[in-house]
């Protein structure tokens, strides 16, 4: 069953560019965490990453996820957001471009001159379950 995130929580998570720490499940059972940028829509979340990377192995595995969301300038203010991934290619780099141009002010390829060599692009689409926090 989806969840959904509150009023303040969709506003803070459109206006600001707070890093969101994603929790995955890697083979031995252990959490694997990785820091991303995420946009919204909707109730679902929404970042990049590529398909050789753990947390993109891990979803294709096993789409249990958390997303912990701490906002810097309110650190007792938090909100985590479980829930279910599905993965889809990003071949044009849609969403890729715009979490850069959210969190950098610049498409991608120009912040990371370096990410023509990266992997192949999936986007990672959280259906949020459960919602609990402060935020």
Do not use: C
Request: net charge neutral; no cysteine.
């Amino acid at each position: 069953m989806a969840a959904s995130l509150s009023d303040g929580l969709k506003k803070y998570l459109d206006e600001s560019r707070a890093f969101v720490t994603v929790a995955t499940i890697s083979p031995d059972g252990r959490p694997h965490l990785t820091v991303v940028w995420v946009i919204r829509d909707g109730d679902d979340l929404l970042f990049s990453t590529t398909v050789d990377r753990l947390q993109g192995k891990n979803l294709h595995r096993d789409p249990r996820i958390t997303l912990m969301v701490n906002p810097p300038e309110n650190p007792y203010a938090y909100a985590e957001i479980r829930g279910t991934a599905t993965l889809a290619p990003d071949g044009d780099k849609e969403v890729l471009n715009q979490l850069s141009l959210k969190y950098t002010g610049k498409e991608y390829a120009t912040f990371n001159p370096s990410s023509k060599d990266d992997g192949e692009r999936i986007i990672v689409r959280v259906t949020p379950t459960k919602v609990v926090g402060r935020l």
